[in-house]
């Protein structure tokens, strides 16, 4: 396993605040969030892969923020409604082994494959990048392939297992939290040597004095998590900016 399983820091945090600027949609029965750079350009798009929380305003807010650098950004609801709820998480109810048997990729692949194939037929995308916070960047790394996606990066990712990290066939890079029972020194290591066997383009950038999760949910009103998700954000615009 290059990455655990999620566990009960997936779903603790912060709800951050602001007003999405983008739409939700329905295609082919998936609700999906789509927001547009100012030009409206499509040539070039993001994938975002969601939390646990799936389509909630903290993964909106990012979405914009990546529309305005320039990618349309497609955000499918990988849960089919049946995401962890905020309130379950502020009040502790979350129950996560309840909830992960119906969310296995026997039920996400074809949400994933649905929504890149509306991307590239019905939204005339040409390259497609892909974001994946905690449970999504299992699927970024799953579907890092030619005329899938081209271009990957994920923030704290859970459950990416070795053999689907090194199956990788495009540029991927990881931004990893000091404190993470997920993605924890052992498996980042690990995960370092699986990388430079699949002999791609890849980078992971440590953060420290954060934890699992600060990519999407961090406490923007500690400075060093502001600035730490903040950074993290760059990175992808920066990877996705060269690689794309």
Not at 45 to 55: C, E, K, P, R, V
Not at 56 to 73: C, V
Not at 219 to 231: G, R, V
Request: net charge negative; charged share 20%; glycine share 8%.
């Amino acid at each position: 396993m290059a990455s655990n399983p999620p566990a009960a820091c997936c779903a603790s945090g912060f709800k951050h605040e602001g007003n999405p600027v983008g739409e939700i949609k329905d295609f082919d029965g998936v609700n999906t969030y789509i927001t547009y750079p100012k030009d409206k350009s499509a040539d070039k798009a993001i994938l975002f892969l969601t939390d646990i929380f799936g389509i909630f305003p903290n993964a909106q807010l990012l979405a914009d923020e990546f529309a305005s650098n320039g990618y349309l950004t497609v955000i499918p609801d990988l849960f089919q409604g049946d995401q962890i709820s905020v309130a379950a998480m502020e009040s502790g109810k979350a129950d996560l082994p309840a909830w992960f048997p119906n969310h296995q990729p026997a039920n996400v692949d074809p949400i994933v494959e649905k929504t890149i194939k509306y991307m590239r037929e019905t939204l005339g995308v040409k390259k497609i990048g892909a974001v994946g916070y905690c449970f999504g960047g299992k699927y970024v790394a799953r579907y890092l392939k030619p005329g899938q996606i081209d271009v990957g990066y994920s923030a704290h990712p859970s459950f990416i297992t070795h053999e689907e990290l090194g199956a990788i066939q495009g540029p991927f890079s990881i931004a990893a939290a000091e404190v993470d029972s997920i993605f924890t020194t052992q498996l980042r290591h690990e995960s370092e040597e699986t990388l430079i066997k699949a002999a791609q383009p890849w980078q992971i950038n440590l953060f420290s004095g954060v934890t699992h999760g600060f990519g999407v949910r961090a406490d923007l009103k500690d400075p060093k998590q502001k600035w730490a998700k903040e950074q993290a954000f760059v990175q992808a615009v920066t990877w996705f900016n060269q690689y794309l």
